[in-house]
């Protein structure tokens, strides 16, 4: 955690104590009262410092519950694939994939506004009812994206037995399932756009050996290829479609 995320932290924390001892006979601000479910609800001020600390897991969270793990390695597979070196640059890339994870996660985003923020802020829903209700769609997602061999195995390791329906899945063992898959289908797609510049190399370096120009870099020759054939097919346009098509599979 920085510096700034602990200060905040402290910030939230030590606030309501502050208003509290400037006036004594004040009730404190850090309270817990049981609702009529029988639950718990808790004041804004433990509220708020819930929701910054969940801030602080915000990165955390856009690389594990998002499309951005599979898009971002895609993207630098393809860079690399290609041959350019640090063209486009990583700020382009990381453009690229926020937007991208933004245009497939929208809906998901939109559903879990509809069914928590939006009762919460109408204070129509407690906060203890807006948390399951707000990660349910993201559960969904996340399991629609994963493979069930990859649930058994970290479920075997947790010790769980075979889980009877989607919705047993504990969420420690969903986010490692879910992560492992994402990479596996990522390094398959990058597999599948190396294999035609690999074929393009190929023939460069043959042509280069039959004409005894061996000192010659195919590369430097190579190059030039691969980008007029990525422009030709409209390569940017198919990878980032096919992309956002594999999450609606």
């Keep these: 955690m920085s510096r700034r995320q602990l200060l905040l932290v402290l910030l939230g924390v030590m606030t309501p104590l502050l208003s509290f001892a400037a006036d004594p006979l004040s009730v404190p601000a ?11 609800e808790y004041s804004v001020s433990l509220q708020l410092l819930a929701i910054m600390t969940a801030l602080t897991l915000l990165p955390a969270m856009l690389l594990g519950m998002t499309a951005f793990t599979r898009i971002i390695i895609v993207l630098s597979i393809l860079r690399q694939a290609l041959g350019t070196g640090q ?3 990583n700020q382009v890339l990381l453009s690229l994939a926020l937007f991208l ?16 923020v939006a009762p919460y802020i109408a204070e129509e829903m407690t906060f203890q009812e807006a948390l399951p209700k707000g990660f349910a769609p993201f559960r969904e997602f996340m399991l629609a994206q994963t493979r069930e061999d990859d649930i058994a195995r970290f479920a075997d390791i947790a010790g769980y037995d ?12 969903l986010m490692a399932s879910f992560l492992t898959s994402e990479l596996k289908t990522a390094f398959q797609i990058g597999f599948l756009i190396f294999i035609p510049f690999v074929v393009i190399d190929l023939v460069v370096a043959s042509v280069l050996m039959s ?11 190579s190059l030039p290829f691969k980008i007029m054939l990525f422009v030709l097919v ?16």
């Design 162 to 173: 075979s889980f009877d329906k989607p919705e047993d899945v504990p969420f420690t063992v």
């Design 234 to 249: 409209d390569g940017w346009g198919l990878v980032m479609g096919s992309l956002a098509a594999s999450f609606y599979r």
């Design 101 to 116: 994870t933004l245009f497939i996660m929208f809906p998901v985003a939109q559903q879990a506004y509809t069914q928590a």
């Design 211 to 221: 004409m005894g120009m061996m000192m010659l870099s195919p590369m430097m020759i």
């Design 30 to 40: 850090v309270t817990s009262s049981a609702n009529a479910a029988g639950g718990q």
């Design 87 to 89: 063209t486009p640059s």
